[in-house]
């Protein structure tokens, strides 16, 4: 089995590409060792003690490596991990953990959302879906809708986009440009 590796905008992540599926559909991000046991794969990453989130997409893992911890001396060790948890096929999720895909709750919606924005809510979920999310996970992300109201659109960065040094300029230049052309309602991008 092969890993490719890419770099991302965030210097501190690294996108492992192990040549299968990693997750059947939608993301799941760790950022803690806390939340990264409802995963064996992630757990193993995290007890490497040199990293701060993971990330599963579709078919790539990223993952955050500590301040001051050297990609020459960690990417090795995760190497190694993928490759033993992919061999052994073993289960992206323990049994009886809420693994899967990472969907937003009512509760994680930022802000009370009105009846009447629903259309508007609706085209914004539509480019998300369809122009932003491949472009971010492209990157080693993902992007999670948090809500809109009064023209402004919530948006939460995950996997490399997340703490990127360029993730503002995405969601100010890139995607709060985009949402603003095809749904002029929009007057505004905010991170949640």
Same mark, same amino acid.
């Given at each position: ?7 991302? $905008? &965030? ?8 040549? @299968? ?11 803690? $060792?806390? /939340? ?5 794969? /992630? ?9 701060? &989130? ?22 090795? !060790? ?25 969907? $937003?709750?009512?509760?994680? !919606? ?7 924005? /629903?259309?508007? !809510?609706?085209?914004? &979920? ?6 932003? @999310? ?49 749904? $002029? ?8």
């Amino acid at each position: 089995m092969f890993i490719e590796t890419e770099t991302t $905008p &965030n210097p501190s992540s690294l996108k492992f590409l192990p040549q @299968r599926a990693v997750m059947g559909q939608g993301t799941r991000e760790f950022a803690s $060792p806390e /939340a990264a046991e409802a995963s064996p794969l /992630a757990q193993a990453i995290f007890d490497t003690g040199e990293v701060t &989130n993971v990330f599963f997409g579709s078919d790539f893992v990223t993952v955050t490596a500590a301040p001051g911890v050297s990609w020459s001396d960690l990417k090795p !060790i995760v190497l190694s991990v993928l490759l033993d948890h992919f061999v052994s096929e073993a289960p992206l999720f323990a049994p009886g953990t809420a693994g899967g895909i990472s969907v $937003p709750a009512e509760d994680d !919606i930022m802000v009370e959302e009105s009846a009447e924005d /629903a259309d508007i !809510i609706a085209q914004i &979920n539509e480019l998300l879906e369809t122009r932003v @999310r491949p472009a971010v996970a492209g990157d080693g992300g993902d992007i999670q809708y948090r809500g809109y109201k009064e023209g402004v659109v919530y948006l939460q960065m995950q996997g490399a986009c997340a703490g990127c040094p360029s993730s503002s300029a995405t969601l100010k230049h890139g995607i709060e440009g985009l949402l603003k052309h095809y749904v $002029p309602e929009v007057v505004e991008v905010r991170e949640a």
